[in-house]
């Protein structure tokens, strides 16, 4: 199974940051993705836009963070 993210509007605008939200800690549990099979009353939307060119002022900080991830084990629900 691929393991890929679907930011949705506005979180896809180049103008816009956006961030995952999480849950489980408010009620004792462990830390979380939002997402509707986790019964989230909100999704989360992170990651890499698919409809727009990534904006000249993130492309360090993306390279920099795909240099950091490469080889690592993908973890369902963190970007």
Known sequence: DACYYNPSFPATSPYVTAVGGT????????????????????????????????PDYQRDAAAAYAETSQGQKVSSGFS
Request: aromatic residues 6%; contains cysteine.
């Open 23 to 54: 849950m489980g800690v408010e009620s004792g549990g462990p830390e979380i993705t939002c997402s509707s099979t986790s019964n989230g009353l909100i999704t989360s939307g992170g990651g890499y836009s698919t409809l727009y060119e990534m």
